[in-house]
């Protein structure tokens, strides 16, 4: 089996490290990851500059772009071949409810699922790196357990994966979940730069808003590695017919006459 490993903390974090040692002893791996930390990019590619791959002392390769840039250079001839699962991570921290819409992580995983490859995105709950070995050890007996199932053949998915900061045998099983949803975001910080010119940073994360049993919040801080099948459709299916009777209204009425 043919793996094609990335990130978003970049090439030199722990994370993929640990999880390239892992991995590397069931299947042959290759390292496409960012230069830097691009964490919050999400499926950001980089169209407007021009992108270089370099190749770091133990194999890995790095590029000076977003997560989501690594993977389709990968895919689109770095690699000269068709990896037969795209792996993403291990990140530094949750990637929970909203946090997949924003996470670079998810973006680089997602990246291999729309050229049809089964992907996963792996992150552990809390900042830090604490027990990192066993999630790249419970990450390994996840893609193992896929391939014994003949799942990682059929046809793409997308799974994102988040691992609480426990020792390996204290990990509770895999549970399927749904994604919780966070409140609004922290206020945005203002500081002063030492030219006087005023700067802004995003704030944190919200709390978690939805954190109800089912959901991928619950089962996290129930010890239990959660597992949320995601798709790509935006398209807000429930409410179609709504919309077809609202448009119709709309070209019905005619063009509006401008409000001054």
Known sequence: MKILLSNDDGYQAPGIVALYDALKTIADVEVVAPEHNNSAKSNALTLHSPLYVHQAANGFRYVNGT???????????????????????????????????????????????????????????????????????????????????????????????????????????????????????????????????????????????????????????QGHVSVTPLKVDLTDHDNLGYWAQTASRLVAAGPAAPQW
């Open 67 to 221: 997560p989501a840039d690594c993977v389709h250079i990968a895919l689109t001839g770095l690699l000269g071949y068709r990896p037969d699962l795209v792996v993403s991570g291990i990140n530094n921290g949750a990637n929970m409810g909203d946090d997949t819409v924003y996470s670079g992580t998810v973006g680089a995983a997602m990246e291999g699922y729309l050229f049809g490859i089964p992907a996963m995105a792996i992150s552990q709950v809390d900042k830090g790196w604490g027990e990192i070995e066993a999630a790249a050890h419970k990450t390994r007996e996840i893609v193992a357990q896929m391939v014994a199932q003949n799942l990682v053949a059929e046809a793409p998915w997308l799974l994102n994966i988040n691992i609480p900061n426990m020792p390996l045998q204290a990990l509770r099983p895999l549970k399927l979940c749904r994604l919780g949803r966070r409140h609004a975001a922290e206020r945005v910080i203002v500081q002063e730069s030492p030219r006087g010119e005023v700067m802004y940073w995003i704030g944190g994360a919200g709390a978690a808003k939805d954190d109800a049993e089912g959901t991928d919040f619950h089962a996290t801080a």
